[in-house]
């Protein structure tokens, strides 16, 4: 009877020492792919800082301005006007205090902003009332 149960015993203790070696080695493997995952993202986030880095350089004011210097023949380049981003009427201001539009005698004033968003193919919806 004691043969039998320390087989049994001997037998268990395999069993248990296999399924250690391999939950080891399941999470040796895994710690070898957060390694290299770890890897990845350190290598991405050094390239984005490299990307960083050559975006801050090629935009500094001094070498741009060399650009244009030596390309203006080339590229005809003009400064930007203040009217070109935006014209008075589309200023964030209290309606008082716009511009009021030369209207023409008998003529109705409209809305400029209203005349931006409309375009030449598109009718402005009409107010449903019911």
């Given at each position: ?8 015993l001997v037998?268990?203790?395999?069993a ?22 770890e ?6 986030q ?14 500094q004011?001094?070498?741009l301005?060399?650009l244009?210097?030596?390309y203006s023949a ?9 009217e070109?981003?935006?014209r008075p ?14 209207v ?5 004033p409209?809305?400029p902003?209203k005349?931006?968003i409309?375009?030449g ?6 107010s449903?009332d019911?």
């Amino acid at each position: 009877m004691l043969r039998t149960f320390d087989l049994i015993l001997v037998g268990s203790m395999l069993a248990a020492a296999a399924v250690t070696y391999q939950i080891k080695h399941h999470t040796d493997n895994k710690a070898a792919e957060v390694r290299r995952l770890e890897a990845e993202i350190k290598l991405e986030q050094d390239t984005i800082e490299l990307l960083r880095a050559d975006r801050a350089l090629l935009t500094q004011p001094n070498r741009l301005e060399r650009l244009v210097k030596s390309y203006s023949a080339e590229l005809k380049l003009e400064p930007t006007a203040p009217e070109q981003l935006a014209r008075p009427v589309e200023l964030p201001m209290p309606r008082d205090q716009l511009p009021k539009p030369e209207v023409a005698e008998g003529e109705t004033p409209s809305d400029p902003v209203k005349d931006l968003i409309t375009t030449g193919s598109v009718e402005p919806m009409e107010s449903v009332d019911d």
